[in-house]
């Protein structure tokens, strides 16, 4: 479904990023994913190589909060590979503190890595995608996006400026035919949600009408859907893949 597409996926060494990079290489495209650190890049390049040594996929690890390591990188996948198709913004960080316990630099940092790194990449990204006729935008958003949480209030905040950032840009960039869009993906099997005891996991699986919690590749699929031709009419949708849950 992806074939000759250049994807970025930034937060692609674990969790539901390792899974987009999985089912976007699964489906022909060619992938630069983003980690935090060198050594969790490798691991991750080394699980994927393993799996499949003619997977077209490389890592690297810019700061992303810091805006000239951000485009240094962008500029050269985008000279290196011509361009760049598919930009997908995955990497994030959840909080759970109460008010009382926030002060703004916690704030702050929150809205750094879910929101101003967005941006980082978006930026150069779209300049490269504008000179090449269209691409498309892809933004892990959350089902807290809706109701918000009640604690680490910066999380809900992060993902309803990213619902916000995707419909925007989708109005003001279709015309130079680049689709922006997010999923928003309810309680996800990643290495978060499995070290939770069953006792807690339970009271959570009950409110999801599916109830099961999501596997990272349940997420991934809507990811490749929005990546993909088939939706080439798809834009400034917020996706929810969360069972229908109700938090
Ligand atoms: P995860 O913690 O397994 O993965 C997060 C990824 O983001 C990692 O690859 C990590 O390296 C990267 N990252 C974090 N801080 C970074 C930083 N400062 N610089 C660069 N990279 C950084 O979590 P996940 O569940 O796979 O989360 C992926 C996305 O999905 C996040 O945006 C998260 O908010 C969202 N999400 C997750 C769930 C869930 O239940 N797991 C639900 C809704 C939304």
């Not at 240094?72 to 960080?93: F, P, S, T, W």
């Not at 099997?189 to 919690?213: A, G, H, N, Y």
Request: hydrophobic share 40%; proline share 5%.
């Amino acid at each position: 479904m992806l074939k000759g597409k250049i994807a970025v996926v930034t937060g692609g060494t674990r969790g539901i990023g390792y899974a987009i990079v999985r089912k976007f290489l699964q489906n022909n495209a060619q992938v630069v994913l983003f980690g935090l650190k060198k050594e969790t890049v490798k691991k991750a390049l080394e699980k994927l190589t393993k799996e499949n040594p003619s997977w077209k996929v490389e890592g690297s690890w810019p700061d992303l909060t810091d805006t000239v390591d951000v485009e240094r990188e962008i500029k050269r996948i985008q000279e290196n590979y011509g361009k760049i198709d598919i930009l997908v913004n995955n990497a994030g960080v959840s909080d759970d503190k109460g008010i009382d316990e926030y002060n703004v630099e916690q704030f702050t940092k929150i809205m750094q890595i879910n929101v101003d790194a967005m941006i980082r990449t978006i930026l150069p990204t779209v300049k490269g995608m504008k000179e090449h006729g269209g691409g498309c935008i892809i933004n892990t958003s959350s089902m807290v996006s809706k109701n918000g949480q009640p604690g680490g209030v910066a999380y809900p905040v992060s993902k309803f400026a990213v619902n916000g950032l995707t419909v925007s840009l989708a109005r003001e960039l279709g015309p130079y035919q680049i689709r922006v869009n997010a999923v928003a993906p309810g309680v996800t099997k990643t290495d978060m949600i499995t070290e939770l005891p069953d006792e807690e996991l339970q009271p959570i699986v009950q409110m999801i009408p599916l109830q099961r919690i999501a596997d990272p590749e349940n997420v991934a699929d809507a990811f490749l859907f929005l990546a993909s031709d088939m939706a080439s009419y798809v834009t400034g949708a917020i996706l929810p893949v969360d069972g229908a849950a109700i938090v």
